[in-house]
């Protein structure tokens, strides 16, 4: 079975231009959640959607940050405009309700 | 609000020597909590979870971990590591939401 893939591995940007991730949980994992990874730190959740519906975006910069899950399976967040601190890497992961969490690879974004 | 606490940032151990990470907890009610590991340019891989039952919980690759409601601990073993073994461990604990600890940063000698 695959796991959760996630695309770019990396991104390099310059500061105020806008950048898109992408993810595709496991299939069947009706739970999606984007993470975000500071050097150093664990993942901070900034989203978790059930199906379709966010049930908790409170930690979501909504000022430059959103995402999207238009169809309950694929997500995509979206940073416009990207500053330096948004340098990090953005972990996307799946579950079964309330089930353990899967995480995917990751996507790397340095902010230039 | 619910937290982690990992006290160790960096552990050094010999190959096939005993491993012990420690995490302690926060939560209002009985916690969830998991132990996940971490390769260089990784994703996060699930090591071991404890929902409820037996607090002694075996998980992946020779880990274990116990719960001490009363230490409000969960700390991850090992009885003999490999060199394999050498990542970034962490520590989290919710339901819905995991709040992860900082993380311990495993090294093994040879």
């Known amino acids: 079975e695959a796991g959760v893939v996630q695309s770019p591995r990396y991104k390099i940007i310059e500061k105020k231009q806008p950048v898109a991730f992408w993810c595709n949980p496991i299939s069947g994992h009706n739970t999606l959640y984007w993470y975000l990874q500071n050097l150093g730190q664990g993942p901070e959740l900034l989203i978790r959607?059930?199906?379709?519906?966010?049930?908790?975006d409170s930690q979501l910069p909504k000022d430059r940050f959103s995402a999207e899950r238009l169809k309950g399976v694929d997500s995509t967040l979206k940073i416009q405009p990207a500053e330096l601190g948004d340098s990090a890497v953005y972990l996307c992961?799946?579950?079964?309700?309330?089930?353990?969490?899967?995480f995917g690879p990751g996507t790397r974004l340095t902010v230039t | 609000a619910q937290s982690v606490t990992q006290p160790d940032i960096h552990i050094t151990v010999s190959e096939g020597a005993s491993l012990e990470l420690r995490c302690n907890y926060s939560?209002?009610?009985?916690?969830?909590l998991f132990w996940y590991v971490q390769s260089p340019g990784q994703g996060l891989q699930l090591l071991l979870k404890?929902?409820?039952?037996?607090?002694l919980v075996q998980g992946i690759k020779g880990f274990e971990a116990e719960f001490k409601r009363s230490q409000s601990s969960f700390n991850l073993r090992k009885p003999s590591v490999h060199w394999s073994d050498a990542a970034e461990y962490f520590c989290a604990v919710g339901a819905f939401k995991l709040t992860f600890g900082t993380g311990t940063r495993l090294t093994i000698i040879p």
């Open positions: 404890y929902f409820s039952g037996d607090t």
């Open positions: 959607y059930e199906n379709e519906e966010a049930v908790d």
């Open positions: 939560y209002g009610a009985t916690p969830y």
């Open positions: 992961a799946s579950s079964l309700e309330t089930g353990e969490q899967y």
